[in-house]
């Protein structure tokens, strides 16, 4: 079955920690990723995507992410994390067979970062 | 610029009644996708609408109907509440059927005692 999976559910830092997130993806096609975050009391909001071209690529707030297709993966980085960065933040794909548009989400991970 | 809205922002209802939960598409969207966010989990697509017609629907019963009007907003209709649909819905938009990023509305919380 196509699936996302993020392998931490949650992870505590401290601040100016380096945080790696992990996401995996089961599909051989053609993807587009995503990463969304979701602040304590708002709604999701779009991070990174990825499309095509560079597979580094960067997006709001200093976060970054690399598509490795070989390993079908998609992780979530950021040299120094801020108390502000707390949030839950789940990888997303679409782009599977018959699904145009039809966004895929793994089960989110929960990040807390300390003082 | 508006981004997208959803009424009501909370709701509780009893088994088996039913429900219609409103979405406002972000400006110059035309494309209006439901998902259902359970606690501690990742969405879930439930369907998605252009033009008015529902063009991909994910793996929830019939219960779970949509609508989609002239001004691209949209309707979300469960019947038959079950204690099981308590979650999270959350709508998103887009801009036609391609592969663009989607957009997402804060959600309505629905409760079912």
């Known amino acids: 079955a196509q699936s996302v999976s993020q392998h931490n559910h949650h992870v505590i830092l401290s601040e100016a920690a380096s945080l790696e997130l992990g996401c995996n993806y089961s599909y051989g096609g053609t993807v587009n990723l995503f990463w969304y975050v979701q602040y304590p009391g708002q709604h999701l909001q779009l991070l990174l995507k990825?499309?095509?071209?560079?597979?580094l690529v960067k997006g709001i707030k200093g976060f970054e992410a690399e598509f490795i297709k070989s390993k079908f993966s998609f992780n979530l980085r950021k040299p120094s994390v801020q108390w502000s960065d707390t949030a839950e933040y789940f990888c997303?794909?679409?782009?599977?067979?018959?699904?145009?548009?039809?966004?895929?989400f793994g089960a989110g991970t929960r990040l807390a970062v300390h003082p | 610029d508006a981004g997208v809205t959803q009424s009501p922002t909370h709701l509780i209802k009893t088994r088996g009644q039913q429900v219609t939960l409103r979405c406002s598409p972000k400006?110059?969207?035309?494309?209006v996708s439901w998902y259902q966010q359970a606690l501690g989990q990742g969405p879930q697509f439930i369907f998605q609408y252009y033009e008015e017609e529902e063009r991909q629907r994910g793996n929830f019963p019939d219960r779970f109907s949509g609508h989609q009007f002239p001004n691209y907003s949209s309707e979300l209709n469960v019947n038959a509440l079950l204690l099981g649909d308590s979650a999270l819905y959350l709508c998103?938009?887009?801009?036609?059927?391609?592969?663009?990023?989607?957009?997402f509305g804060p959600g309505t919380r629905l409760l079912v005692l």
């Open positions: 990825y499309f095509s071209g560079d597979p």
């Open positions: 997303a794909v679409n782009g599977f067979s018959g699904g145009y548009n039809k966004l895929i």
């Open positions: 400006s110059g969207h035309d494309t």
């Open positions: 998103a938009s887009s801009w036609g059927q391609d592969r663009g990023p989607q957009y």
